[in-house]
């Protein structure tokens, strides 16, 4: 039984917060793991996404020099997103997904998703 199981909800004034995601049921390796938000009334998009089999990392452009995925395969399959200088339209249900092998931005691609994490950045 596949499971991505993520925090719960998460508020904060800026600053930073990092989430984190528990992976089983899959070889953690063999996928691609990515953050995805979506923003209520648009359409999600992939945030971050790590491979472990080209050793990519992406980033969206909104993101960049302010998010840092990281995953720990050694102790607990995680993948955590470290989000730092968090900004009111960083307000978004963040999901993590799993795509084997490569990162991939198109949504419906992704073979895993956790339920989801509320991130609430209050101005």
């Known amino acids: 039984d596949v499971q991505l199981q993520a925090l719960g909800e998460a508020r904060c004034s800026r600053g930073s917060l990092r989430l984190s995601c528990a992976v089983s049921?899959?070889?953690?390796?063999?996928?691609?793991m990515s953050w995805i938000r979506q923003v209520p009334g648009k359409e999600r998009e992939v945030v971050s996404c790590?491979?472990?089999?080209?050793?990519?990392?992406?980033y969206a452009d909104s993101v960049k020099g302010r998010f840092t995925i990281s995953s720990d395969s050694n102790t607990e399959n995680e993948v955590f997103l470290q989000m730092n200088s968090l900004k009111p339209e960083d307000t978004a249900v963040y999901y993590c997904?799993?795509?084997?092998?490569?990162?991939?931005?198109?949504?419906?691609?992704?073979?895993?998703w956790g339920l989801g994490t509320l991130v609430t950045v209050s101005s």
């Open positions: 997904a799993a795509h084997a092998v490569f990162c991939t931005l198109q949504i419906s691609e992704y073979d895993y």
């Open positions: 790590t491979s472990k089999s080209d050793g990519s990392t992406y």
């Open positions: 049921g899959i070889t953690f390796d063999d996928y691609a």
